[in-house]
Every structure is written in structure tokens, then in C-alpha cells.
């Protein structure tokens, strides 16, 4: 029995464990950096041990630090939980030497699957089934441009050493070849210090699907069915299920047993994910094994009615599997979303900032929230963006998918963009509701999904005009006098001395500047706004019950707002609308100039046009490399490239003007 636990890890993973571990009465150590003083998980945990400054090769990634704060504490194991060293072998060696416990598999299994290279030559043993490709060390360009011919286009380059999307680019023609190899090699080496490349075939439309399997010291192994993930951005999961829309069971039992025969060829113990791709016929390949505990396990946990923590502390501890395969069953179907700090219509580019407002919908009745942030957290450069997973469960997949688009609609995030309006837009689309996907859903539905121009409409510009009364009537009786309880300023009507009864406020929405002027009579509120046609620019409405409800052309809707750095957020009827606050006069301007900002703190790896040059809008302008990714910067709107502010190789930070641009006259 494990009797005190260090989580090697942060965030939501970190609190996930605490909860499990807490459960069962094992004692627990957080770790954090300079960032993370303050966490949720430093909270949580029984103890907590600061390892060093935020960036995580100085904290989450030094193994000495670890292992000193399991000494100090007395901690007789590890769970790595996923990402940072949870698949670092010299970590599980370092454990062993040290007498502690790595909860997750044998040092062996792990460096049998780090490289997917040599992975893939251990399956191929084992009878699994590999996509066609190359495996090699050799990385003569040539040759790897000789063996993507012999292959046949497209091809897909992956890193050697890492996942998760990183160093990983679809070549389409031997034109792009060179370009996309360097690139890749490029973001492997920074990812993973690692630059080795291996070839595949890229197959046209397929499905990931994987199996979570588990094994423990005993030599016992089940798989606790499958879990499809095919719906992605830059090679990373937005939505995940299980069980697979329209999986047959000699499908499952044929995938599942090829999974197990991966994991007993490598002497797996605890919990693992055998990912395939599986095309259209039932055909399917081995991509990868994930030594770890995935992101995704909670929908497994939701079908299987098992917690996967719980199997891992007890497997590492020495026990039996706790079921047979044969006791194993599914319940039902679960949705999980990944809720990121990011831009879907910027490339997905990660967002940074504070958490104004972090409001996820009630938990229970099919309803889970794993997070490790809360309101007033930031969202810093230095991790995953991620804030949080919503899970929904339904005894079917149409009950699980209408809980999942109703707790979406109930999750309030204010302070940084983020996903929530593009993960709708995604599960309310035909195609993903009748199961129709694959690992190309997003590009193939781009303009359904992506790339949604948002204007004001009549229903925003009433939120917004509720906002700004709210914000007026907080701001008078903030100013009244404290010692006299008769002032009238501590009526929460519409009187006022030397004040107009009608204002005027000029915000900023997603670009679009509009005046909206509202005035206040009793309990109802007219507004107007300047930048809706003339039958659409002017209601009433009305705010009930503490506010918490706005009555507009007779139907009630929920409404709450809070304020942000620069204006504020609305969130009524499931819609969210956050805006700015602005000078009177700055809509009124001609001035057509426009500066590109650096979104983060990043690296410059290539400008991609010459100053003076001619651009349309979202011609990329320039790459940086931020987060472990490359994201491409462009232009908000047709003109000119005036001046770089920044050269190639250069460090910038967050904020600080990259390019000035002049946007045509209009």
C-alpha cells in the first residue's frame, strides 16, 4: 500500500490525482514553481515543495528536484501524471535507484516506446499492424526524400522522439519536401532536443482510435475498450469519446487484442494507450504507444464505471488487476472536450492573460469538470494553455452529446479568449452528430467551424447596453458618501444630479466599433447603436431578479457580466460576449494604421514578405515560436508592411510591436 504520494505534475492532471489519492486515504505532496505558488494543486495537496523558477526545465523537468522533494517529504512514490517526465526513462531509473515507487510502467517499456522508431520494429514483431514507412537513424536528407517517393505522396514526417502533434507535418508533393522537413526537425528539436525523423504514409481520411489497456506485475492484462479521438487540431485531440461511433465488437475484440499483444511484448505494468489508425474498410495500423495515463482516460472512467488512478496506485503498490476482462463492460457513451486558452480563428494560436471569471457548469448527472485553475488564476507562457476537460455522460451518445452542448453553454470564462463558441460549433455539426468523423473533420468543415465572422446584433448590443448600466449604478454607489445612509446616491435607481439621462459609450467588439447609448426609466432600459441597421438599432430591455436575468422583447434569459482589463464580458443565453471600452472619439478615426503585436513571449524564427511589400488580409507576415509550437502571424487587414521591428533568431516579449503595418485607405 502507497502511503504517501508526490505528483510530479501540475494543473488539472495534479488535482485529478489529489482527488483520487485523498479517496483513498493516501497522503499527497504537490510540487510547483514560481508560477504556480498559488495553484490549485499546491492547494489541494496535503504538502507542498517548491522546486524552482516557472520555466519547467528548471522546475517540473529537473529530476534531481524531484526526487529531493520526495526525500523531504517522506513520499514512498511518484505518479508522474502525463506530459513533463511522465515518460522519461532516466526518471523511472532515478526512482528505483532512490527506493520509490514510479507509478507507470517498468524503465524498459519506456524506452522501448520512447523512439517510434524502434517502436515500430518491436510491433511489427509482435504481429501488430504498421502504416508503410521509414524507421531509420539514417537522416540524410536525400535519402529520407528517396524513401517519400518510394512511399508515394503525401507523406507524413514525425518526430522520433515526442507526440503530441509537435514536429509533425503532412508533405504533399516532393516541391515541399525540404521545406517541411526542416520545419519539422526544427519544432522537434525544441520540443524534444531531438531531431530524428521517421516517414509514413499518410492515410487519406482515417480514424484514430485507441485502446486503453492495463497490465499489472503479475503478467495479467486487459483492455478497457476504445476511445476514438479523430477530431483534431495541429495533430492534437479536441474531442474524444468512447465508445467509437459505430465500433462492431469483432472490431473491438480484434483492436483490443492487438493492443495487449503490444503491451505484454514490451513487459508493460499499469496503465497504457495503444493509438491506431483505422480506415474505412477495418483496416488499422499502429501509430504509437503512450506509456502514461492519457489526457482522455476520464471518458474510459465514465463507461467502464472504474478509476484509472485508483488501478495505477494499486498495480504499482503490487496488487492484481482489480477485473477480468470478462468482467469488463460499457456503459453507455462519454464526450470529452479540452477547453484551451487559444484563438481557433487565429490558427489557434495560445492565449495568455488572467481568468477573470472561471465558472464551469454544475458537476454530476453525467457532468465532470477536471481543472486546476479558478477565477483569478493566470494563464501563463510558460504551460499547456489548457483550462480545463468537460466530460459528459448519456446512456447514449445522442443524451451525452446534448449534455455536453448544454454544459458548454453553461461554462463562463472571462479574461482570455478561448474555445468553448468553436467546440459547439464542432459537436452541433451534422456530420460529428451522425458520427461521421475522421482525423480531417476540422479542415474539411473549415468554414463551418473556423473562421466565424462575429458581429453585433441586436441581442448583443442589449447585453453590452445592460453591462454599462450595471457598471454605472456599481460606480455611484461606490462614490456615495459612507456616513450618510440617506444620500441618494445609495439608491439603486435612475436618479441623478447634473447628470444626462441618456449616455453614451463607444466599445470595441472582436474590431468593430459602435456607439451605443442607452437611458435608464424605472426598471426598463432603452438603448440604441449607431453601428446596426436602422430596423435593427434600438430595444428595451429589462434586468430581474438581482440581475441575474434580462427580460428583452418578452423572453427571459440568464445574464450575468463581469468586468475585464479593458471592458468587459456579457454572458447571456449560452452566448458570451466580451468587449472593449473605448474613448468616444476613437471610432470616428480615418487613420488606417495598424500594429501586429507579439501575442506571447516567443522566438522569430522567419519573416515572410520584405518591408514595403503589399499583403492582402491573413497573408502570413512572419513565424514565431512560442509554447513549443510555430505559429504564423498575419496581417489584420489588406496594405503595407512599413518596417519589421524584429530579426530572425530574435527573443521578444509579449506584447511588443513586431511589424508596423498601414492598412489600405478605405
Known amino acids: ?30 510540487v ?45 512514490a511518484i505518479h508522474p501524471g502525463y506530459g513533463f517526465l511522465s515518460e522519461n526513462a532516466e526518471f523511472c531509473r532515478a526512482c528505483d535507484s532512490n527506493g520509490i515507487i514510479f507509478v507507470g510502467p517498468p524503465t524498459g517499456a519506456i524506452e522501448a516506446m520512447g523512439s517510434k522508431s524502434a517502436a515500430k520494429r518491436i510491433m511489427e514483431e509482435a504481429n501488430v499492424p504498421l502504416v508503410p514507412g521509414y524507421h531509420g537513424t539514417n537522416q540524410n536528407e536525400e535519402l529520407l526524400e528517396g524513401h517519400a517517393n518510394r512511399i508515394g505522396y503525401p507523406v507524413l514526417l514525425k518526430a ?60 495479467n492484462g486487459v483492455y478497457l475498450f476504445e476511445r476514438d479521438c479523430s477530431v483534431q487540431r495541429r495533430h492534437q485531440k479536441v474531442v474524444e469519446e468512447a465508445p467509437a461511433p459505430g465500433m462492431a465488437p469483432e472490431l473491438r475484440a480484434r483492436m483490443g487484442e492487438a493492443a495487449l499483444r503490444a503491451a505484454h511484448a514490451i513487459g508493460y505494468v499499469g496503465a497504457g494507450t495503444v493509438e491506431f489508425l483505422l480506415d474505412a474498410s477495418g483496416a488499422f495500423y499502429f501509430m504509437e504507444m503512450n506509456t502514461r495515463l492519457q489526457v482522455e482516460h476520464p471518458v474510459t472512467e465514465m463507461i467502464t464505471d472504474q478509476d484509472l488512478v485508483a488501478w495505477q496506485l494499486s498495480v504499482a503498490a503490487g496488487d492484481t488487476l482489480p477485473m477480468s476482462q470478462d468482467e469488463l463492460q460499457i ?31 454544475a458537476e454530476g448527472e453525467g457532468v465532470r469538470v477536471d481543472t486546476g485553475v479558478q477565477t483569478g488564476d493566470e494563464i501563463s507562457v510558460h504551460y499547456d494553455p489548457m483550462i480545463a476537460k468537460l466530460i459528459c455522460h448519456g446512456r447514449t451518445r445522442k443524451e451525452a452529446l446534448a449534455k455536453l452542448d448544454r454544459a458548454l453553454r453553461d461554462y463562463q470564462i472571462a479574461g482570455v479568449r478561448h474555445n468553448i463558441e468553436f467546440l459547439r460549433r464542432v459537436i452541433n455539426h451534422q456530420a460529428f452528430a451522425s458520427g461521421c468523423i475522421s482525423t480531417h473533420f476540422i479542415e474539411d468543415y473549415e468554414a463551418e467551424v473556423l473562421h466565424q465572422e462575429q458581429t453585433l446584433t441586436p441581442l448583443k448590443c442589449a447585453a453590452i447596453a445592460g453591462y454599462l448600466q450595471q457598471r454605472e449604478e456599481r460606480d455611484l ?64 430591455i429589462r434586468l430581474l431578479l438581482g440581475r441575474d436575468l434580462m427580460l428583452v422583447d ?22 458570451q460576449v466580451e468587449f472593449k471600452l473605448l474613448p468616444p472619439d476613437i471610432g470616428e478615426s480615418n487613420d488606417q494604421a495598424h500594429g501586429l503585436d507579439a501575442p506571447m513571449n516567443g522566438t522569430i524564427i522567419s519573416l515572410l514578405v520584405e518591408p514595403g511589400s503589399t499583403v492582402e488580409k491573413d497573408q502570413p507576415l512572419l513565424v514565431m515560436e512560442a509554447m513549443k509550437m510555430e505559429h504564423t502571424l498575419r496581417a489584420p487587414a489588406a496594405g503595407t508592411v512599413q518596417q519589421f521591428f524584429c530579426a530572425e533568431g530574435e527573443l521578444v516579449d509579449g506584447g511588443s510591436l513586431l511589424v508596423d503595418f498601414a492598412g489600405e485607405e478605405q
Open 477 to 540: 454607489r461606490n462614490s456615495a458618501p459612507q456616513r450618510d445612509p440617506f444620500s441618494p446616491w445609495h439608491n439603486g435607481d435612475n436618479w441623478r444630479n447634473a447628470l444626462a439621462g441618456s449616455r453614451t459609450q463607444t466599445v470595441d467588439y472582436r474590431g468593430q466599433h459602435a456607439q451605443i447609448r442607452f437611458v435608464a426609466e424605472g426598471d426598463s432600459l432603452r438603448w440604441t447603436c449607431d453601428a446596426l441597421p436602422e430596423e435593427q438599432n434600438s430595444g428595451e
Open 160 to 219: 522520433a522522439a515526442g507526440g503530441g502533434g509537435k514536429g509533425m507535418r503532412r508533405v504533399d508533393s516532393a516541391d515541399e519536401f525540404h521545406e517541411a522537413l526542416a520545419a519539422a526537425k526544427r519544432e522537434a528539436m525544441n520540443a524534444f532536443g531531438d531531431d530524428i525523423m521517421l516517414l509514413e504514409r499518410y492515410v487519406v481520411s482515417p480514424r484514430h482510435v485507441e485502446i486503453q489497456v492495463f497490465c499489472d506485475q503479475q503478467g
Open 1 to 30: 500500500m502507497i502511503r504517501k504520494l508526490l505528483i510530479a505534475n501540475r494543473g488539472e492532471i495534479a488535482c485529478r490525482i489529489i482527488k483520487t489519492a485523498r479517496r483513498l486515504g493516501v497522503a499527497t505532496v504537490a
Open 32 to 76: 510547483y514553481s514560481d508560477a504556480d505558488a498559488d495553484a490549485l494543486h499546491v492547494q489541494m495537496a496535503d504538502e507542498a515543495v517548491h522546486l524552482g523558477p516557472a520555466p519547467a526545465r528548471d522546475s517540473y523537468l529537473n529530476i534531481d528536484k524531484v526526487l529531493g522533494a520526495a526525500k523531504q517529504t517522506g513520499a514512498d
Open 554 to 575: 418578452g423572453r427571459r434569459m440568464s445574464f450575468s457580466a463581469v468586468d475585464t482589463r479593458d471592458g468587459g464580458a456579457v454572458f447571456i443565453d449560452g452566448t
Open 331 to 361: 456503459n453507455g457513451h462519454a464526450m470529452e472536450v479540452r477547453i484551451y486558452a487559444e484563438d481557433p480563428d487565429n490558427d489557434f494560436l495560445p492565449a495568455t492573460g488572467v481568468l477573470v471569471r472561471h465558472q464551469p457548469p
